[in-house]
Every structure is written in structure tokens, then in C-alpha cells.
T-cell receptor, first 113, second 112 residues
């Protein structure tokens, strides 16, 4: 059973609009969450993270929201740009535990010019 | 500054053959990881090394072995390749718990 779920395998958004990527987790022990972006034929690269003591973290066009009671987080990209087209992985971890990093299956985002 | 370098980038093996995937990092990080990525499955941890001289199993270790040769290098070995090991393999490194991972470009392995 997947502990980190990204229920939308793909998403298409018009350039300039908001992209919202969702992620759900089941393990209440997770206390640190990250988003990675992956282009074809490249390794994932870190995008943004959030600790469980916060409910929002913002970095430029990217904002991550965390709802601990719902075990749900979302990544907002505003405004979306064609260069944002990539696969986005949500990851959840337990701080101080090197192996407890669980990745979701990914959401493929296409930003249409 | 290359970051995390994986070799080879592509490999085709016959069932039963063995091979070693190499990973080297120049970031002076303590922890190194091997993941595999399969469609619809995300990245799954095979083995990790929290520090030089230590290795531990991850979620999907069967059929693999690893060696942490020194602080820079962490290799993944398939002793007898199987078609189920067809995947894209990523090496990653982190500075410490609670920090982001840095990934290599990946090795696309096909076992026929």
C-alpha cells in the first residue's frame, strides 16, 4: 500500500494560470515533506520543502501547503510557465531517519503556451 | 563541480549477467542512496549508506548488493540480472537528515 499518493498522473494547465499538484500521505510519523521536479533523461531536482510545524512555505512562484489533519499537501505554481512542464514527485520523510523517505508516483505537468 | 555522477547512462543485459552501477559524488556528503524508478511507482529505495563504512537495506533490496568504497563512491551490483530489474536507477546524496537530496542523471537498465 502506497504511503505517499499522487492521484493525478497528469495535469495540463495554460501558461500564466495556476498549477495545483496534490499529494496525500497515510503515515502520521512523517514530519518533513519535499517536492522534486524531474525533466526527461535527468535526475530529480529539489524544488521546495516544508516541515510539519508549518502549514505553508513559499519560494518565488512555488508555494507548498500542508494540512496535517487531512494528511494532505499541495504545490501551487503561479504563474505557470512552459519550462515548468516536468514530472513532480512528492516525498515524505521522518526527520533523523535516513531511510524513511518515501516518494509518490509523480504527476506529469504540461504547461501549454 | 559535477555533483553526483553515475555510470553508465544506458545498459542492456541478458538475464543472468552481472554488472555494477557506479556512483560518485564530489559534494562531501555523508549519506548516499540508490533508488529505482518504475512507471507509476515513484522512486523506491534499494540501499543506502548513512556514512562511510555503513550500508543498510531499503524498501526493495532483493537481487542487489552495494559497496561504499569511500566517502565519494557508492556502487550497486546486480549479481544475476532478471527482467524485473529493468528500470531507471538513480544515485542520490544528502548532507544530513532533513535536507534535500541531490540526484545523478540516472542509469537506464534493460534486462532481456
Amino acid at each position: 500500500d502506497q504511503q505517499v499518493k499522487q492521484n493525478s498522473p497528469s495535469l495540463s494547465v495554460q501558461e500564466g494560470r495556476i498549477s495545483i499538484l496534490n499529494c496525500d500521505y497515510t503515515n502520521s510519523m512523517f514530519d518533513y515533506f519535499l517536492w522534486y521536479k524531474k525533466y526527461p533523461a535527468e535526475g530529480p531536482t529539489f524544488l521546495i520543502s516544508i516541515s510539519s510545524i508549518k502549514d505553508k512555505n513559499e519560494d518565488g512562484r512555488f508555494t507548498v501547503f500542508l494540512n496535517k489533519s487531512a494528511k494532505h499537501l499541495s504545490l501551487h505554481i503561479v504563474p505557470s510557465q512552459p519550462g515548468d512542464s516536468a514530472v513532480y514527485f512528492c516525498a515524505a520523510s521522518v526527520l533523523a531517519s535516513y531511510d524513511k523517505v518515501i516518494f509518490g508516483p509523480g504527476t506529469s505537468l504540461s504547461v501549454i503556451p | 563541480n559535477a555533483g553526483v555522477t553515475q555510470t553508465p547512462k544506458f545498459q542492456v543485459l541478458k538475464t543472468g549477467q552481472s554488472m555494477t552501477l557506479q556512483c560518485a559524488q564530489d559534494m562531501n556528503h555523508n549519506s548516499m542512496y540508490w533508488y529505482r524508478q518504475d512507471p507509476g511507482m515513484g522512486l523506491r529505495l534499494i540501499y543506502y549508506s548513512a556514512s562511510e563504512g555503513t550500508t543498510d537495506k531499503g524498501e526493495v533490496p532483493n537481487g542487489y548488493n552495494v559497496s561504499r568504497l569511500n566517502k565519494r563512491e557508492f556502487s550497486l551490483r546486480l549479481e544475476s540480472a532478471a527482467p524485473s530489474q529493468t528500470s531507471v536507477y538513480f544515485c542520490a546524496t544528502i548532507q544530513g537528515s532533513g535536507t534535500e537530496a541531490f540526484f545523478g542523471q540516472g542509469t537506464r537498465l534493460t534486462v532481456v
